[in-house]
């Protein structure tokens, strides 16, 4: 596992949420291999102006799981603003906002 904060934002980064996610897959590390096991830290940057940091450590039951983010699956794509509102709740205004803000279309 990664010791300080600074070196995990060069492995994944997720600058617009303020954390960085770094992983210890069966691939990164051979004595796991076998186990289906899996490791991962993410480090949270909270506030703006009075900066914390907050660390989380998880275990999945899997030798290679995925990360997946809700805002940018449903925002980061092409699907039809209508389809995410009757699913979301949300107006479509926001929709069209959160969608640039991610780099979605339509």
Same mark, same amino acid.
């Given at each position: 596992? /990664? @010791?300080?904060? %600074? *070196?995990?934002?060069?492995?994944?980064?997720?600058?617009?949420?303020?954390?960085?996610?770094?992983? !210890? +897959?069966?691939?990164?590390?051979?004595?796991?291999?076998?186990?289906? /096991? @899996?490791?991962? %830290? *993410?480090?949270?940057?909270?506030g703006?102006?009075?900066?914390?940091?907050?660390v989380i450590?998880? !275990? +999945?039951?899997s030798?290679s799981?995925?990360?997946?983010?809700?805002?940018? @699956?449903?925002?980061?794509?092409d699907?039809?603003?209508?389809?995410?509102a009757?699913?979301?709740?949300?107006?479509?205004?926001q929709?069209?906002?959160?969608?640039?803000?991610?780099?979605?279309?339509?």
């Open positions: 596992m /990664i @010791s300080s904060t %600074r *070196a995990l934002g060069r492995l994944l980064t997720f600058n617009i949420y303020k954390f960085g996610f770094t992983t !210890a +897959f069966a691939f990164n590390f051979s004595s796991i291999n076998g186990l289906i /096991i @899996s490791m991962g %830290r *993410a480090d949270v940057e909270v703006d102006v009075y900066k914390t940091s907050m450590y998880v !275990a +999945f039951s030798q799981p995925t990360l997946q983010l809700l805002d940018s @699956s449903l925002f980061q794509n699907l039809v603003t209508d389809i995410i009757k699913t979301t709740l949300l107006d479509t205004a929709i069209q906002k959160l969608k640039i803000l991610f780099g979605g279309t339509n």
